[in-house]
């Protein structure tokens, strides 16, 4: 197997990939990366990703940081199926929500900025932490997924970058006990990905470093 995942089952980032590379069909060695053991942050790991997180890919001599940029070369490397629609305004739309997640969503439930959570507010504080940030970005996907466009998935009917970034971090917002039932579009659109293969296989609890409690 030449591609290489260095990864954490857990990890929202690393779902985005595995979520990825099920979908195109693209065989990889699983390598694990125990966050709670602090290997991302170790010498040797740094000289694959300088920014000290998971996911990192590795093609023979192309090392790739960043869960965007390693689905982005997998689009360009393994082009089908697609994850982006052609026409310009649906493009624009699953980035739209892609980027509510990524940027706007998925930090804040990151380990380190929530171990620095506990430290100066205290453990407890956790998860009212992510909930706070959380609820006001799943009222806007809610709101995106309203608009008539969704089909299936976030948009149309075969799955995009959007259900690749949305269903990792509604598993994180499950772990942080945030109350989704306030969202039905973002549910049904859960549901049908969670009937799809590819997210299926690329679930934390399928992969061999999960811990199961
Ligand atoms: N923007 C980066 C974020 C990577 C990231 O922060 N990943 C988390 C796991 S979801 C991580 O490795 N955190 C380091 C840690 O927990 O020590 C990406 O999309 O790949």
Sequence with gaps: MSLKLYNYWRSSTSYRTRIALAIKGVEYEYIPVNLLKGESDSAEFLTINPSGG??????????????????????????????????????????????????????????????????????????????????????AIEAILSDGEAGDFCHGDRPSLADICLIPQLFAARRFEVDLTPYPAIRRVEGVCQAHSGFAKAHPLQQIDAVKS
């Design 54 to 139: 998971v996911p990192a890919l590795v093609d023979g001599d192309t090392v790739i940081g960043q869960s965007l940029a390693i689905i982005d070369y997998l689009e360009q490397t393994y082009p089908n199926p697609s994850f982006f629609p052609k026409d310009a305004a649906a493009r624009a739309r699953v980035w739209q929500i892609a980027s509510i997640v990524a940027t706007d969503m998925h930090q804040f439930c990151n380990l380190p900025v929530l171990n620095y959570v506990a430290e100066k507010l205290g453990e407890d504080q956790k998860i009212p932490w992510v909930r706070h940030w959380l609820t006001p970005q799943l009222a």
